[in-house]
């Protein structure tokens, strides 16, 4: 029976255990070697400086396949519980990742604004501007996929907050040499022989532009939308007569946390001075972790004073004797 004491492993360093263990676990040299992306011969020099620090075979000399001898066997147990701890010790050290935000606009809004006063005021924590597709507004938050989101209404409001912010302006979409081009604003009256593609489909969109371009006629559309595909081929009037659509940011219901308070806040025009929650405590935790400055600035000389003439004696007088 051997008489190896496994806790010997315990001072060796746990790259030379993580080579042995994958060895031990493949049975093959070449495919360890592989999998730690060093060459075979490292790895077979590796596990000799190994057995010989040990004072035992840890793998059967000549055996093929490879395989662990009775130490071996002792050793991969008692190396595997060394690297988890060693591997838990450094997620417990590791510091928690700041808190960050999640979120998703639709096409036609454009968020740049916001996530660099955002920038400014909270630049420890993520923000992270997820593209979302209209027809996916209502199911990314309800999933958790973003906290907030730009959304197009109408939106169920069922569980859901929405904080209307702007309408956008509906426009008529034609062809460059179409007639209609030549007015300032359409009504839907000039529009009643001509051929008017849905526009409805946000998300398809760039492919109602396309038909019109392709086969005339005209598609309504916001004008945030006929911006963000624009064609030389096409241009874009105002439309009387038409509602308007609307732009609100949402978030699902009982989520608020201090970061989706912050933003909301700042979507409404919040001042960083008014802030509250994560970005108020920011500029006094910067400045708490900046060591104290030392006042070098040198005090002024004291202003000398006139010398003091006798009560009345005259400049330059030469007093008696």
């Not at 997820?130 to 939106?155: K, M, N, T, W, Y």
């Not at 000389?301 to 005259?314: L, T, V």
Request: glycine share 6%; aromatic share 4%; with cysteine.
């Amino acid at each position: 029976m051997s008489d190896f004491d496994v806790t010997a492993a315990d001072s060796i360093d746990l790259a030379r255990l993580r080579r042995f263990v994958a060895v031990a676990e493949e049975l093959h040299f070449a495919r360890a070697a592989k999998g730690l992306r060093i060459s075979r011969q490292a790895l077979s020099a590796t596990v000799i400086e190994l057995e010989n620090e040990l004072g035992t075979r840890v793998f059967v000399p000549g055996a093929s396949p490879t395989q662990l001898t009775e130490d071996g066997a002792a050793l991969l147990t008692h190396a595997r519980a060394l690297i988890s701890a060693q591997e838990q010790a450094e997620r417990e050290q590791k510091p928690e990742a700041p808190a960050s935000l999640r979120v998703g606009f639709v096409p036609g809004v454009t968020v740049s604004k916001w996530a660099r006063i955002w920038g400014d005021r909270l630049p420890e924590h993520p923000l992270e501007v997820v593209g979302v597709a209209q027809g996916e507004q209502e199911s990314a938050l309800r999933e958790g996929r973003i906290d907030l989101c730009f959304v197009r209404l109408p939106i169920g409001r069922t569980a859901m907050n929405a904080i209307p912010l702007w309408q956008e302006t509906p426009v008529a979409v034609v062809q460059k040499d179409d007639a209609l081009s030549l007015l300032e604003t359409i009504s839907p009256a000039d529009l009643a022989e001509e051929r008017v593609q849905d526009g409805s489909d946000i998300d398809q969109a760039v492919d109602t532009l396309a038909l019109v371009a392709a086969i005339g006629g005209a598609t309504i559309v916001p004008q945030s939308i006929a911006r963000l595909h624009h064609r030389r081929d096409l241009v874009y009037r105002p439309i009387s007569d038409t509602e308007f659509t609307e732009i609100a940011l949402a978030w699902p219901a009982g989520t608020d946390s201090e970061l989706l308070e912050e933003f909301v806040g700042i979507v409404r025009g919040r001042s960083a001075t008014s802030s509250r929650g994560v970005a108020a405590a920011e500029p006094e935790r910067r400045a708490a972790a900046k060591p104290a400055r030392k006042n070098t600035a040198k005090k002024p000389a004291a202003k000398q004073q006139p010398a003091r003439q006798g009560k009345g004696r005259k400049p330059g007088a030469r007093r008696g004797r």
